[in-house]
């Protein structure tokens, strides 16, 4: 299903890579301050890998995850919530039924902000051959299936073997040669004023073929997460940082 063009809000916040898990834990006191009032955004727009593993056809990863699925779904009858679905957190659409679900076969996704034409994906859209294959077969229905019943049948062997690798995995890397890397990837591609993606957690922003390029730092690294604002055609996010406890005016 295919979205109509969305409207950014000034003041949305954007979130991207939390890679929310039992050992990171900082999303949800996140989300529960936007639930308690002390933070207020007019939107909520979530750029992918908001969890580490949440899988939609697969009951297991809902477990560890299930009191930050609750808060969101509650959040969401009040707030719009639009969720860009990341490489770690697919086939959500029964998950968050009041959110504007987006999956990667519709990414990147055209938004407006006032005027301006703006780009969101989470930022693995694309890739080689083999990546476009691999993300087309862990988001198959019939693959997902049967792993789920391989699973249980395991004793979720397979899932808790995943979730132990993605919690040694180091997602504050710095990416050598980045700048490069996005202008020969995007070079002649998209027509726009700004293009906003996360997945490679480098918190970078630069010129690329008349847009402005802006690629978000991942939550997980340090809690940073994006305010949405215009200011005299300058860049329309804004960098905050979340402190547990920090009070919010």
Known sequence: MCHKE???KEGAFII???????????????????DEGKLHPTQLILMGDIFDAL???????????QKL???????STRIELIYLEGNHDFNLSHVFVNAVVIPIAEQPVVARFHEKKVYLAHGDFD???LYKLYTALIRNPFVLFILKYIDMISNHAILKSVNAHLEKKEDCNSFSGFEQFIQKRLEGRFVCDYFIEGHF???????V???EYINLAAFACNQRYFII???NNKSIVKEKQFTKGKRYG
Do not use: C, M, P, V
Request: charged share 20%; net charge negative.
């Open 201 to 207: 957690h480098q918190n970078k922003i630069f010129r």
């Open 69 to 75: 699925i609750a808060l969101l779904n509650d959040i």
């Open 16 to 34: 991207s890579d939390a890679h929310f898990s039992h050992a990171r834990g900082e999303l949800f006191d996140f989300i529960q301050a936007i």
């Open 6 to 8: 969305l409207q950014l």
């Open 127 to 129: 890739g080689t051959r």
């Open 209 to 211: 073929n008349g847009f």
């Open 229 to 231: 604002e215009y200011s």
């Open 55 to 65: 899988f939609g056809s697969i009951e297991y990863t809902y477990t560890e995850n």
